[in-house]
Nanobody, 125 residues
Framework: VQLQASGGGLVQAGGSLRLSCVAS????????VAWFRQAPGKEREFVAA????????HYGDSVKDRFTISRDNAKKTVYLQMNSLSPEDTAIYYC???????????????????WGQGTQVTVSS
């Protein structure tokens, strides 16, 4: 499966952005899809995930209650709605997918075999 992320940009603190990630190939509904982010000099950080068939969603502690992951299986698209953005959210955001029924390792980027190219999100103070 190939992933194409979009929607990043420059936003002021307190603002919102919605990222999109479109998949091609594969049966999208059977994939666990996730968003990770990586800031300069930092490790890749788990943001959010939607398990296969949309059975459950999971969030990183730093984004819980501010970000929402959703998916449209008919459009083969996963979204990340980001609200109340702060400068600490500045990073490159990557979408990822796995064909495995992962749960305990869902926050580990090594659990995902397919990655999009990343989209830059910059939050100004």
């Amino acid at each position: 499966v190939q992933l194409q992320a979009s929607g990043g940009g420059l936003v002021q603190a307190g603002g919102s952005l919605r990222l999109s990630c479109v998949a091609s190939g594969g049966t999208f509904s059977t994939y666990t899809v996730a968003w990770f982010r990586q800031a300069p000099g930092k490790e890749r950080e788990f943001v959010a995930a939607s398990r296969r068939y949309g059975s459950s969603t999971h969030y990183g502690d730093s984004v819980k209650d501010r970000f929402t992951i959703s998916r449209d299986n008919a459009k083969k698209t996963v979204y990340l709605q980001m609200n109340s953005l702060s400068p600490e959210d500045t990073a490159i955001y990557y979408c990822a997918a796995s064909s495995q029924a992962i749960l305990s390792t869902i926050r580990n980027p090594n659990s995902f075999g397919y990655w999009g190219q990343g989209t830059q999100v910059t939050v100004s103070s």
